[in-house]
C-alpha cells in the first residue's frame, strides 16, 4: 500500500490531545535563503525581540580598537558564551562583538566596511552578521549581552541598541542575535530600523565561515547592500543537520527507484529518557505555529495530522519513541519504489518535539528544527 499517496487525500479527524488547540495556524509560506554548503538556511520567523536594554551587559564603554585603545565607532569586546556553540562544524566559547553590527569567532572584529557578497576570503571570518555596517556609539547607542534560560536550552542574546552611523549620526538601529543552545539556532531580530542607513542598503546580513578553510560555499546571505524593510523583521538560521536537533540523510529520494531517509533526533542528554515525537509536513516549515512557548516549525496539512493521529506508522516509522541516554532516536521516512509521480516536487519536512510525560500530562520540553527531504523523479 502506497502511504504517501493516500496521505495526499486524507485528512484524519481526530488530532492527537498536545496540539488539539493550534490547529488554527497559518500556512503562508515564506522565502528562504540557502542553503549554503554546509547546509545552513534561513527563514523569515515572527518577530520575538527579546529586550535586554535593562537587563543585560552594558558593553559599550569597553568596546576597544586594540587592546587598550578604547573605541565606540570601530571597537570590539571580548565575551563568553556561556554556553559551546557549533558553527560551521567548529565548538566555541567566546566570541567577538563588534561595534560595527557583527560578531565574529575570529579577531577580526572591528572591520567597518562590510564585505559584499557574504562568503568573501578576506577578514573577518567565522561572523555571524545580523547587521554589519558602519554604525558608531560616539553619540548615542549601546551594546547588552545576557544569558537567559537554563542548560541546555539556553539562549545568549547579544543586542545593538539605538545605535547611530558614521554617515549618519542622526539614524539609529536596534537589533540582536539570539543563539539557542540545545538547538542551535541563530536567530535575527530588528526593532526600529531608522533612517536611510537602516534598510539594509549598506550593510551585509547572513553568516560565513571562515572561506579560506571550510570553502567558498560555506556563507548563507540573507542581503548584502539591498534596501528591504528589516524593522520588526526577523530571521532564524539553522542547519537540516547537526548536533541538537534533527539530521536528515539523504537529503532526497527518487519517487521511480524508493527510498528511506534516516531521521537521527540528537538533543541532548539532559533529554534522556524522555518521549520523542517526529511530526511532518509537506506544506513547509514556515510559519509553523506555537505552542507551548516553542514555534513548532511545521505547517499543518493532512500528513501533519496524520503523523499526530498515527504515530509510527509508514511512511514515517520509529516515530514515537524514548529518547536514549544521549538523547538520540532515529526514525525513518520512506518512499516505496514506483511511488506516484504526482508527489514529484513536494518538500516534506520533519522535527522532532520532545515531551516529558512523568507528570501524566504531556509538557512539551523542546522542539528541533525541521530536517527536509524532497521528493524527485
Ligand atoms: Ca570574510
Ligand atoms: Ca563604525
Ligand atoms: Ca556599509
Known amino acids: 500500500m502506497n502511504h504517501l499517496k493516500s496521505i495526499l487525500s486524507s485528512c484524519p479527524v481526530a488530532l492527537f490531545t498536545l496540539f488539539a488547540i493550534s490547529a488554527s495556524a497559518g500556512v503562508a509560506a515564506g522565502q528562504t535563503y540557502g542553503p549554503d554548503a554546509y547546509g545552513y538556511y534561513a527563514d523569515p520567523i515572527p518577530n520575538a525581540f527579546l529586550d535586554i536594554s535593562t537587563t543585560g551587559l552594558d558593553v559599550t564603554s569597553q568596546l576597544q580598537s586594540s587592546p587598550g585603545i578604547s573605541n565606540q565607532d570601530d571597537g570590539s569586546y571580548k565575551f563568553n558564551l556561556n554556553q559551546t556553540v557549533n558553527f560551521y562544524g567548529i565548538p566555541y566559547t567566546q566570541a567577538r562583538v563588534s561595534s560595527n553590527g557583527y560578531i565574529t569567532f575570529s579577531n577580526f572584529a572591528t572591520d567597518y566596511t562590510n564585505d559584499c557578497p557574504v562568503g568573501s576570503p578576506d577578514n573577518p571570518n567565522l561572523n555571524i552578521m545580523p547587521f554589519w555596517d558602519d554604525l558608531d556609539f560616539r553619540t548615542q547607542g549601546n551594546i547588552y549581552l545576557e544569558t537567559q534560560g537554563i542548560a541546555p536550552t539556553r539562549v545568549r542574546i547579544i543586542q545593538w541598541t539605538g545605535a547611530g552611523f558614521f554617515a549618519d549620526p542622526a539614524a539609529d538601529v536596534t537589533f540582536q542575535v539570539v543563539i539557542y543552545e540545545a538547538s542551535g539556532w541563530i536567530e535575527f531580530h530588528y526593532q526600529g530600523m531608522n533612517g536611510l542607513p537602516g534598510d539594509g542598503n549598506s550593510a551585509t546580513i547572513g553568516i560565513e565561515d571562515d572561506p579560506r578553510v571550510g570553502g567558498a560555499g560555506n556563507a548563507l546571505e540573507i542581503s548584502c547592500n539591498t534596501s528591504g524593510v528589516l524593522a520588526n523583521a526577523a530571521f532564524r538560521i539553522q542547519r537540516g543537520s547537526g548536533t541538537g536537533g534533527i539530521n536528515g540523510v539523504p537529503g532526497s529520494i527518487s519517487l521511480a527507484l524508493g527510498g528511506t531517509q534516516a531521521l537521527s533526533i540528537s538533543v541532548g542528554s539532559g533529554f534522556a529518557g524522555q518521549t520523542c515525537l517526529v511530526l511532518g ?19 499543518i496539512d493532512s500528513y501533519f495530522l496524520n503523523t499526530v493521529n498515527a504515530p509510527g506508522t509508514p511512511p514515517l516509522t520509529n516515530s514515537f519513541t524514548t529518547l536514549d541516554a544521549q538523547g538520540m532516536s532515529v526514525a525513518s521516512f520512506t518512499a516505496p519504489p514506483g511511488t506516484t509521480p504526482a508527489l514529484i516536487g513536494y518538500t516534506f519536512h520533519h522535527a522532532a518535539v520532545v515531551l516529558d510525560l512523568s507528570t501524566g500530562f504531556p509538557v512539551l520540553t523542546w522542539v528541533t528544527g525541521a530536517a527536509q527531504c524532497a521528493l524527485l523523479p
Do not use: R
Open 281 to 299: 509536513t509537506f506544506s513547509g516549515s514556515v510559519p509553523g505555529f506555537p505552542y507551548g512557548g516553542f514555534q513548532i516549525p511545521l505547517n
